[in-house]
């Protein structure tokens, strides 16, 4: 063997042919990664357990894809028959080879000058159809690439990206639709979820986060505050196909720590929309957090699953919220079922029968600055958590012990400019070891925390010093991955929440591992940094 | 274990406690890699044998560290007693633990907004004497900072940076002193080396490579062309302690491509210069090629082995030249002692019985251009070769069958503007999949490329398909590592060339591997894209 680089032919006549039936059934084929939050009912689970307790720890880097951007890498790459699809900040498409990082091709989307991102140029992943890739991109854009060349098919402007719009989740694809929601919650916008005609880009349908003079929901909004009232959409949507609704966790309101200027609950804003998939139709919601005046979005990912609440197995929704508390609504109906908080908080006293929060008085934003927990990260974030059929727990990267300082103080929108009506001061997670070391209770700490479904008792917590951003995966070997902002990516029992391995990579996980198998052989696949890296594995000695 | 995150405690009483006896003695210390290359001697060759062809391919990546920067990687780590001082470029210096990446201290040299350098804001590294670590900036100073805190101890300013002059390579410390050479080769600056006082920065000697008017060689130079001469140092060079001399490759003269504009040998351009160390006199030079017009700098690294040759046991210098011929000089008296193409290269007809090239008319750069083997990368360049003791070869990357086109023209001198008088036409090296595996012959390709180090005669070859930019590794284990510009990081058997394991790490490597040792345990580590990674033998099965 005289050649270390051994190409690989790039041959897949039906390269990406995911058909709508497929991604119903994406369970049954646990080889693929098929959509971003793993299947319709977004589980972060995958059927797949070659890799277990009792060898993980031969689990190594098999290779390294990175970036070139220095941007949070949020990326959550597909895996469909051999072909590994993932994002580079802030629009480039890419594919590659699934078992040996080689690239296949790169599409790379020509940005403005100028795009009005909140939090930083990232993208987190994209959907796959019928041989079409799509993607969402910052100056507003959804694009459609053909899944074999990375070439682009057609183009729809979402929104007038000079507004503030952007688009930074991956879209969610469903029947012959692509779904997708605007970011932009700090900076004035009025969210919109919108269906595009997968073949065309024809817009199908679209739902206002922030409802219109004369539509319901309108009321919530005091005087003129619902003109830029917020409530983005930026992390994908689950889809439950026996209801033919598909649930979508929307952003905080605007301006964000300035409730005085727009009293009212500031409907549908921190809130999950249950939507008919053909219509757009809002079937019900539920509002986390009304009135919110702490930022905290409801863009968690929307957990589906079957469970037994007292006594009886209900279709649930199951949802960590960055407010603080775990819900388990019914998905049918959005009937609240039970609520508890999963972290320290000090601004309600607890839910009311409906699931409301019990708000203290006292605890909003203020001129002076109001101390609460959580702090303004939340209890959790958009994080992806999981929830395992096998273990029947729901899984989530909490953040306890956490607070921050809200301040308050009123600001008119200028177009473009960023909206927040206050601020927040927050003890910065430490990003270096002396800190982390000296960090003490005032700082917080995250935690991988297992919640019983129904109730969101705490069955176990594997805590630690460093904080988390990183979303979560199990699998059908009762392993859960995870990482941290310090760079480890890491492997618990699912179960116990033992650690049973770690590996260092040098860069904060802002993203969620996926598992996947080509031959027969399974990968684990992470963003850390500025790299993907892509584990197996390790051979035997004397192999 | 309930937390990922153990933090070790940064508690080394002797931090860095490098002195001379040790630099003298450094093979004697195998576990360490106390100077950029691996010893006064400039082997790059470690006594470590724990990894070896039986058990490599059990080599995985331990552990990562993530730059913070998109530059070009060139950075070759020292380690020390636990510790690892690396760089970060532009000018960032870091110290961390080689077991598991953590950073101990980060030292962040603040740069002004425009510098001068040639091809990106590069680094190469860092050396160390009596706790202290020293690094050269690109706006020309060089940095004395505490080994255990990365606190400044002191700066000098080693020469006006806006007139083109910066520092990149990594410095040489013999006895009490600091040794570095200033680039800028395409910026009209006239070259030096510089010895500066360890202790207080002080500067003891300077040896121009570019004569002045009544100094030796200033004849070479026609005209008032030695006024912008070029001769720039930007790798480090080797000292033989009982020669007491100190070996450094100087850079090409300029303007680059135009060398009717400096008629005249234009000494000490494209040499190897061996300098008193206490004084920085000229003791003698070897000029590869003179008269340059290919941009052929000798900035290889001085290769010192004792060497039989026809017969007779000598000191001498292993010199394989961009221009295309391996030397093999008297290290002691700079007499020439062999000396054969290692490449394909059509602008000599061989060398003279003293080493000079016989040039063929014709071949210079023009204005209609001049295609000749080989291109302007050479038929090697910067990166580190490697001599092994063991099997008495000396090991270098190769860029075999590889052309350019090249043009010259008049260009007057502009301060801090690029001066080259000319351009090269080259076949781009390809960086994608496609056009590597589409590139064929007219590309040429790199190697890895064992050779008798008597006379150059070619013992083993491993061709890529590939480029490679990468330095060598030799272990007593007789492995040979190395990379390539893909993103392939490889190990070969040393004897024979064969490949016995390699990874691919996703981004190219333009830097030397090391290796060191710690408790017992043997690492390997080398930047590759924007990482440094870090490979230990993984864990059998079961433990």
Same mark, same amino acid.
Request: glycine fraction near 12%.
């Given at each position: ?142 694009? +459609? @690439? $053909? /899944?074999? =060349? &990375?070439?682009? #098919? %057609?183009?729809? !402007? ?115 929309? +249950? @939507? $008919? /998939?053909? =219509? &757009?139709?809002? #079937? %019900?919601?539920? !509002? ?256």
């Amino acid at each position: 063997m005289k050649q270390v680089l051994l190409l690989v032919v790039y041959a897949c006549a039906a390269c990406g042919q995911v058909n709508y039936t497929r991604l119903l059934e994406a369970a049954r084929e646990p080889r693929n990664w098929l959509t971003y939050n793993g299947g319709y009912a977004s589980h972060h689970y995958s059927g797949l357990s070659q890799i277990n307790a009792g060898n993980v720890k031969r689990l190594g880097i098999d290779w390294v894809f990175q970036a070139r951007s220095l941007e949070k890498f949020e990326t959550t790459p597909l895996v469909v028959d051999g072909v590994m699809y993932l994002t580079e900040a802030p629009n480039n498409v890419i594919a590659l080879d699934p078992t040996n990082g080689r690239l296949f091709w790169k599409y790379e989307h020509k940005l403005p000058d100028v795009t009005y991102p909140c939090c930083g140029k990232v993208n987190r992943g994209v959907a796959i159809l019928d041989g079409v890739i799509f993607h969402g991109t910052h100056d507003a854009k959804l694009l +459609a @690439l $053909d /899944a074999k =060349t &990375g070439r682009k #098919k %057609w183009e729809v !402007q979402v929104f007038d990206y000079k507004q503030g719009y952007s688009l930074t989740h991956a879209p969610l694809v469903l029947k012959d639709k692509v779904i997708v929601g605007v970011a932009g919650g700090e900076l004035g916008i009025r969210g919109f979820i919108a269906a595009y005609d997968a073949k065309t880009g024809k817009e199908l349908w679209r739902f206002k986060v922030i409802p219109e003079p004369g539509e319901p929901g309108n009321e919530t909004w005091g005087g003129d505050s619902w003109k830029h009232g917020g409530g983005s959409i930026w992390v994908t949507g689950s889809y439950d196909p026996e209801l033919n609704l598909t649930y979508w966790g929307t952003g905080n309101p605007g301006p964000d720590w300035n409730p005085t200027a727009r009293p009212g609950d500031n409907l549908y804003t921190d809130s999950v929309v +249950a @939507l $008919d /998939a053909d =219509t &757009g139709k809002l #079937k %019900w919601h539920f !509002q986390f957090t009304p009135h919110d005046g702490w930022d905290w979005d409801a863009v968690q990912v929307p957990v589906l699953a079957d469970v037994t609440v007292r006594g009886r197995l209900r279709k649930t929704m199951l949802w960590a919220n960055r407010n603080g508390f775990f819900y388990t609504l019914d998905r049918a109906t959005g009937e609240f079922l039970s609520g508890k908080e999963f972290v320290k908080q000090t601004w309600a006293s607890g839910l009311d029968d409906r699931g409301r929060p019990l708000k203290i008085p006292g605890k909003e934003p203020n001129r002076q600055g109001s101390q609460i927990w959580p702090g303004v990260q939340g209890g959790t974030n958009w994080y992806a958590p999981s929830f395992s059929p096998r273990t029947g727990l729901f899984y989530v990267t909490a953040w306890d012990d956490y607070h921050g300082t809200y301040f308050a103080w009123d600001q008119a929108y200028e177009q473009g400019k960023w909206f927040a009506g206050g601020g927040v001061k927050a003890p910065t997670p430490p990003t270096n070891r002396e800190a982390i070391l000296t960090r003490g209770k005032e700082h917080g700490y995250a935690a991988v925390r297992a919640l019983d479904a129904a109730t969101g008792k705490r069955v176990w917590d594997y805590p630690m010093r460093d904080m988390s951003e990183s979303g979560l995966l199990t699998t059908a070997s009762d392993l859960l991955f995870s990482g941290n902002r310090e760079g480890h990516f890491f492997a618990l029992d699912a179960k116990t929440g033992k650690l049973l391995w770690s590996k260092y990579l040098g860069g904060q996980v802002i993203a969620s591992p996926i598992t996947f198998s080509v031959n027969g052989k399974q990968y684990v696949s992470v963003a850390a940094g500025t790299s993907l890296f892509t584990f197996t594995l390790g051979q035997l000695a004397g192999n």
